[in-house]
Every structure is written in C-alpha cells, then in structure tokens.
C-alpha cells in the first residue's frame, strides 16, 4: 500500500511568511515605503471578523501596516462604493480587501470593479482574471495560488499532468484552472452539473476539490498516486457533539491511495494568508510601476 504524504501547508506558509516580511522590509529600506492592507467588513458576521482580525494580525507580524473600515450591514451599495473610492485614492492603502459575501442587496461584483485593478490585492477585478487567463501579469487570487505552491512542494513537474478542479466559482475554481492551464497541464473543471464525477475525478493525477461539502469526495474516486489538494473547510459535529472542520475529500478513506493530501485544518488555510499579504506586498510594488508574475 502506498505510503500517502501529508502536505504541509502550515510550514509551507510560515517560510513564505518569512519571505513576505522579507520583501517589506527590503521596500521599506530601499523606498521608505510600507505596505498598507486594508480590510473592509461589512455587517457582523462572525465568521467574517474572525476572517478579518487574523489577516490583521499576520499582516502586522509580516511588517505590512494594517487597517480595517467597517460598515454596518444597512450600508447602502452607493456609500461603500464611496468608501472604495476613498481607499482608491489613499496613498496609505496599497492593497483593499472586502470581506465576501455582502449583503444581499450589495451586488458584489459591482463593488470588486470599483476598485483600483493595482490594489485588488484579492486578484478578483475583471483587469486581473483577463491577465490571468491570457498569461499577463495579474495578480493572482490567494487562496488558488496558495494550491499552485503546494503543488509545486508535492511534484517535481505539473507539465502534462491531468488536473481536476472540482467546483468552478471565481475566487478558487476557476482561477485555479487558469494557473494550472499556464503550468501546461491538462485542465478538467468539474461541477454540479457535471456527469459521473467519480468516473471524471479517476482520471486525475492532480485534484483539487472546492465544493463545500464535507468529506464528498470517498477514498474509491481517487487515482492511486493522485496528489490532492482539499480547499473545503466544513464545519460538522464531531463525536461528543463538539465541531471539527473537515474537507471536501474524506481524508482517511484517501489514506493509502492518494500520493500526497493536504489535511483541513493546516492545508490550504495557512497558504491563503500568506499569499494575500505576499500579494500586499505586490500591490504596493505594482502601484509604483513593477509587478512580476508571482514566481
Ligand atoms: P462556492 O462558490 O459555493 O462553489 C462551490 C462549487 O462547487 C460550485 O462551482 C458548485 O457547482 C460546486 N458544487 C456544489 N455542489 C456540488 C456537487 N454536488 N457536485 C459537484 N459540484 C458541486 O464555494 P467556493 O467559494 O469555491 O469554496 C469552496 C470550498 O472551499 C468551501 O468549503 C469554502 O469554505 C472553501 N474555501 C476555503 C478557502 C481557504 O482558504 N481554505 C478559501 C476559499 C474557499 P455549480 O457552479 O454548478 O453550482
């Protein structure tokens, strides 16, 4: 039986870390200038300030200046639309972030192209996912970048691999097909309509499963020696009626079969932070005329 790896995503995002607070003391030294990330949260959502604060703390810990404005959920689209204007145009604020979801009445996409396309440190502007897709310099959305490097830790090459991505939404699904079409894979999008998914996840040499519901890929839709990577984070009552997070891919049952497994929690979770202040640091370059492909 095959001896199935634990990829680490906690230690993989402490030494990105350390190269984030690297490169911001660097821009600090050579141009006096210090990153600025600014998290917008609207209403009061638990989860959502939970979210917030640790992005806060990490970006502290990384050097980069942290600030945060927060709206009640009765704000109207126009004054937070304002207030993104206002973020445009500080010089302080290198990178915006707005917490998702808004309320129901604030149509998100309106507001992800309000902001400036150079502090769209979540790499969702329509500027950013163009560049993506037609191999430009974009920033590139955290937590599917997050996925490419652990990839890059679990296999020597991704060239001529057959990739799944199961779930297909525009923070991780799609863009995540984007990095890994530019890393000369072989990309299958799988979603709910998608006919006999086990028959199509069988296939891959490389999953990477976003669909929100616990434990749903089982251990016999895996390829043996398939390396994957879990996005889910699900929270389910455990023995004791005390809750756990679990994946979207039931992490025993892929035991022996899979080559390689991130686990939930300390998979993709830590590499999501780190790689949205490494992009903090990018805007802040980006804005002052350099930006590079995240390497
Ligand atoms: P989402 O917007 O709800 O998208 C889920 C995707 O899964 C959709 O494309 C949907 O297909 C597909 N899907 C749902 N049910 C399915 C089924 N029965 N069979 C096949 N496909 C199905 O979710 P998301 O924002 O991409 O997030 C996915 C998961 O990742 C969530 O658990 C979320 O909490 C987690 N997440 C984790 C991080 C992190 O940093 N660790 C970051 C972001 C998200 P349709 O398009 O056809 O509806």
Redesign the pocket.
Known sequence: MLATKRIDGKARAERLLVDVAAAAASLKAEAGVVPGLCAVLVGDDPASRVYVRSKGRAAISAGIESFQETLPDTVSEAELLALIARLNADDRVDGILVQLPLPKHIDPQRVIDAIDPRKDVDGFHPQNTGHLWSGGKALVPC?PY?CLLLLREALPSLAGAEAIV????N???KPMAALLLSENCTVTV?????RD?PAILRRADILVA????PQ?VRGDWLKPGVVVID????RVEADGGKPKLVG?VAFAEAQGIAAAITPVPGG??P??IACLLENAVRCARYRRGDLDYPG
């Open positions: 937590t997050g199961l779930g297909r939404s923070i991780v699904g799988a979603h709910s309509r998608s998914l976003a669909v929100g519901r749903f996005v889910g984070v699900n979207d993709v979770g590499m999501t």
